[in-house]
């Protein structure tokens, strides 16, 4: 895995600073008052820091951006960074500045000046989240980070904050490490084993291989992996760090998706490596709630297949049964994740008997087209868990949007035989989709749907993430649960 850079915490030193290495950053508000530190390093570098602040470039900064002074006259450090925040930041803005220092500083040292300074661990968190790089398949890795010091009025308290923060990293960065390695690397045995990994962290993982799955009557997910030599597998994660039923987490967790018989083009199938994004999210998410011992209760389950055309794969045509029951005309085999899903929901409703049920994947283009890669798309059944969701994402800034359901979209889905199709056509293709899905989601469970296509992976670099995967979903998933299943 990724190793994060290592951030501590102490008190401010100001006579250490004319002798610290590696970058200096210093926090000052949009008009320039200097605090006690500010001065002190605007004497060492002979009034510099004054002149940035009186500056017009210094007025057009943006909260959380900022100018960095190169080999400042008196001190040792390589730079200087200036950040323009006020001493007491939003969260968005905090995370922000820790991400623009990480992005300058790269590997070098960093000697973060917080004074009087709020929110000093989420300032830290996207210090850490900003600083991810994935190398591990490159021939030279790059090295793990220098370390992040940083100065501040209560050290002790800010290292006890930043320990949740630092669990919530952990996990983001397991689920980047997991959707940025290729198929090759992670197939569905790999996969699954490190995910039984999580058991030294006090997760109770299980793993029911094909035999099983036919045996409960996996139709629709075994029919989507027949044409891969990679078995089909289910892993089960249990976190059991509270009472009462637990909240359920699904993962549409495709390997690789060629999309079977159904060919994707080629242009740009590279990037179906990251169609098991939904259950990176489940396995991030159930990492961090053991590493900051959640006191709740909650199961992520993934359902791991890879989509391969062959002369054993599904067939346009072909009809499944569900381990509901239903049977589905397969159509179109490039719409799979839902075949994986609605076995993987239904046996999570069967057997874990879940108090709320959330499923996570890569599902459609569609989403794509109408939210593009700045917003989830969130469906549901329940308008009191959608709005705790919309609530904690939005805490959290990973963004989300919630899409309609409907009956009427039920029509694009029927079949003449079979109970249903398993594509409904272009319109809607998002809402048909869940619309799908929610046919295995019993009447009485509460459930939201999101599609992270647009989001698990980007080709431009987000606030906390450089391009590539991003983690999306752990954080507003990790504080939905501390704020709405999480016990006093």
Same mark, same amino acid.
């Not at 960093?110 to 830290?124: G, I, K, P, S, Y």
């Not at 009447?443 to 989001?455: F, K, S």
């Given at each position: 895995?990724?190793?994060?850079?290592?951030?501590?915490?102490?008190?401010?030193?100001?006579?250490?600073?004319?002798?610290?290495?590696? =970058?200096? *950053?210093?926090?000052?508000?949009?008009?320039?008052?200097?605090?006690?530190?500010? =001065?002190?390093? !605007? #004497?060492?570098?002979?009034?510099? /820091?004054?002149?940035?602040?009186?500056?017009?470039?210094?007025? $057009?900064?943006?909260?959380?951006?900022?100018?960095?002074?190169?080999?400042?006259?008196?001190?040792?450090?390589?730079?200087?960074?200036?950040?323009?925040?006020? =001493?007491?930041?939003?969260?968005?803005?905090?995370?922000?500045?820790?991400?623009?220092?990480?992005?300058?500083?790269?590997?070098?040292?960093?000697?973060?000046?917080?004074?009087?300074?709020?929110?000093?661990?989420?300032?830290?968190?996207?210090? /850490?989240?900003?600083?991810?790089? %994935?190398?591990?398949?490159?021939?030279?890795?790059?090295?793990?980070?220098?370390?992040?010091?940083?100065?501040?009025?209560?050290?002790?308290?800010?290292?006890?904050?930043?320990?949740?923060?630092?669990?919530?990293?952990?996990?983001?960065? %397991?689920?980047?490490?997991?959707?940025?390695?290729?198929?090759?690397?992670?197939?569905?045995?790999?996969?699954? @084993?490190?995910?039984?990994?999580?058991?030294?962290?006090?997760?109770?993982?299980?793993?029911?291989?094909?035999?099983?799955?036919?045996?409960?009557?996996?139709?629709?997910?075994?029919?989507?992996?027949?044409?891969?030599?990679?078995?089909?597998?289910?892993?089960?994660?249990?976190?059991?760090?509270?009472?009462?039923?637990?909240?359920?987490?699904?993962?549409?967790?495709?390997? %690789?998706?060629?999309?079977?018989?159904?060919?994707?083009?080629?242009?740009?199938?590279?990037?179906?490596?990251?169609?098991?994004?939904?259950?990176?999210?489940?396995?991030?998410?159930?990492?961090?709630?053991?590493?900051? $011992?959640?006191?709740? !209760?909650?199961?992520?389950?993934?359902?791991?297949?890879?989509?391969?055309?062959?002369?054993?794969?599904?067939?346009?045509? @072909?009809?499944?049964?569900?381990? $509901?029951?239903?049977?589905?005309?397969?159509?179109?085999?490039?719409?799979?994740?839902?075949?994986?899903?609605? @076995?993987?929901?239904?046996?999570?409703?069967?057997?874990?008997?879940?108090?709320?049920?959330?499923?996570?994947?890569?599902?459609?283009?569609?989403?794509?087209?109408?939210?593009?890669?700045?917003?989830?798309?969130?469906?549901? !059944?329940?308008?009191?868990?959608?709005?705790?969701?919309?609530?904690? *994402?939005?805490?959290?800034?990973?963004?989300?949007?919630?899409?309609?359901?409907?009956?009427?979209?039920?029509?694009?889905?029927?079949?003449?035989?079979?109970?249903?199709?398993?594509?409904?056509? #272009?319109?809607?293709?998002?809402?048909?989709?869940?619309?799908?899905?929610?046919?295995?989601?019993?009447?009485?469970?509460?459930?939201?749907?999101?599609?992270?296509?647009?989001?698990?992976?980007?080709?431009?670099?987000?606030?906390?993430?450089?391009?590539?995967?991003?983690?999306?979903?752990?954080?507003?998933?990790?504080?939905?649960? #501390?704020?709405?299943?999480?016990?006093?």
């Amino acid at each position: 895995m990724t190793e994060l850079r290592n951030v501590s915490f102490q008190a401010v030193e100001l006579d250490a600073l004319a002798e610290t290495e590696g =970058r200096v *950053a210093v926090f000052l508000p949009a008009e320039g008052t200097m605090s006690p530190g500010a =001065r002190r390093v !605007n #004497r060492l570098s002979k009034g510099a /820091v004054a002149r940035v602040v009186e500056s017009d470039a210094w007025e $057009k900064l943006a909260v959380g951006q900022m100018i960095s002074l190169g080999y400042p006259a008196g001190m040792k450090a390589s730079a200087v960074d200036l950040v323009k925040l006020p =001493r007491r930041p939003q969260v968005s803005e905090a995370r922000k500045a820790g991400a623009a220092l990480a992005k300058a500083a790269g590997k070098t040292a960093v000697t973060v000046l917080c004074e009087n300074t709020t929110r000093v661990e989420d300032l830290a968190l996207g210090l /850490v989240l900003r600083g991810y790089a %994935f190398t591990q398949r490159k021939s030279d890795p790059s090295e793990m980070p220098a370390p992040a010091t940083v100065m501040c009025k209560a050290p002790d308290e800010a290292a006890t904050a930043f320990e949740v923060a630092r669990a919530v990293a952990e996990g983001v960065t %397991f689920t980047r490490d997991l959707v940025s390695e290729p198929a090759n690397v992670l197939g569905t045995v790999e996969f699954a @084993d490190r995910l039984l990994a999580l058991k030294d962290l006090g997760l109770e993982v299980e793993v029911l291989e094909e035999d099983k799955l036919a045996e409960l009557g996996m139709g629709a997910m075994l029919g989507v992996g027949q044409g891969s030599a990679m078995p089909s597998k289910i892993v089960i994660m249990r976190w059991k760090g509270g009472e009462g039923d637990p909240l359920a987490l699904v993962g549409k967790g495709v390997v %690789f998706d060629t999309g079977g018989i159904s060919l994707k083009p080629a242009g740009g199938m590279e990037d179906m490596t990251m169609d098991m994004g939904g259950a990176g999210v489940v396995a991030g998410v159930m990492k961090t709630l053991a590493m900051r $011992k959640a006191k709740a !209760n909650v199961v992520g389950l993934v359902g791991l297949v890879e989509n391969m055309p062959s002369s054993t794969a599904q067939r346009p045509g @072909d009809i499944v049964t569900s381990m $509901k029951g239903d049977t589905i005309e397969v159509i179109n085999t490039d719409a799979e994740g839902r075949l994986v899903l609605c @076995d993987v929901m239904w046996y999570a409703q069967e057997h874990e008997k879940p108090k709320a049920m959330i499923d996570l994947a890569t599902l459609t283009g569609a989403v794509i087209i109408a939210l593009g890669h700045e917003n989830a798309g969130v469906l549901s !059944n329940n308008d009191a868990l959608a709005n705790q969701f919309l609530r904690a *994402a939005d805490a959290e800034g990973e963004g989300a949007w919630r899409l309609p359901l409907g009956k009427a979209y039920d029509d694009q889905l029927k079949s003449l035989k079979a109970d249903m199709k398993n594509v409904g056509g #272009r319109p809607a293709g998002t809402i048909t989709a869940a619309q799908f899905l929610q046919r295995f989601v019993k009447e009485d469970m509460p459930w939201i749907h999101l599609d992270i296509a647009g989001v698990a992976q980007t080709t431009g670099e987000t606030a906390l993430a450089p391009k590539g995967a991003t983690g999306w979903g752990v954080m507003a998933l990790d504080r939905l649960v #501390r704020d709405q299943f999480e016990a006093e």
